[in-house]
């Protein structure tokens, strides 16, 4: 139990460090076109492996920019979360586009557009039946 603790709390500084290092420490311009935030980090329990979950807002071809930009700095990544961390052997980074995101704003959208169908349609029927009661009253 107490293994399963310390990746935890590796992972926990792992993702404080990554994203330190986005925001000042990596000069490829192609990592800084679109807004990187990191979504998850998950650790092997030999602390061996690391992947990291990223979320990039932007188009397609941002996207595939940004990850060509990570994915060419995984070594740097992987040196300086070694020296920040202490680690006598860091990780091996590999950075994941994470979906999720873009699917849930899209699911949202969806319903808020169906939100927007069925208001226009309760307004249409009151309509009608406003329409109806005033010719029944004449």
Do not use: W
């Not at 792992?14 to 979504?39: F, N």
């Not at 309760?122 to 009661?133: R, W």
């Amino acid at each position: 139990m107490a293994q399963g603790r310390r990746v935890e709390r590796v992972a926990a500084l792992i993702r404080r460090e990554t994203s330190e290092l986005l925001l000042h420490g990596i000069r490829d311009e192609r990592v800084h076109q679109g807004m990187v935030s990191i979504t998850e980090v998950e650790v092997s329990g030999d602390l061996q492996h690391c992947k990291i979950f990223v979320s990039i807002y932007g188009d397609d071809s941002e996207r595939a920019s940004v990850m060509a930009g990570l994915d060419a700095a995984s070594g740097f990544f992987r040196g300086e979360l070694g020296r920040r961390l202490k680690m006598r052997r860091a990780p091996e980074v590999r950075f994941v586009l994470d979906r999720g995101i873009g699917k849930g704003a899209s699911v949202l959208s969806l319903l808020s557009q169906l939100e927007q169908k069925r208001e226009g349609q309760a307004e249409n029927s009151k309509d009608n039946d406003d329409a109806t009661a005033n010719n029944d009253q004449m």
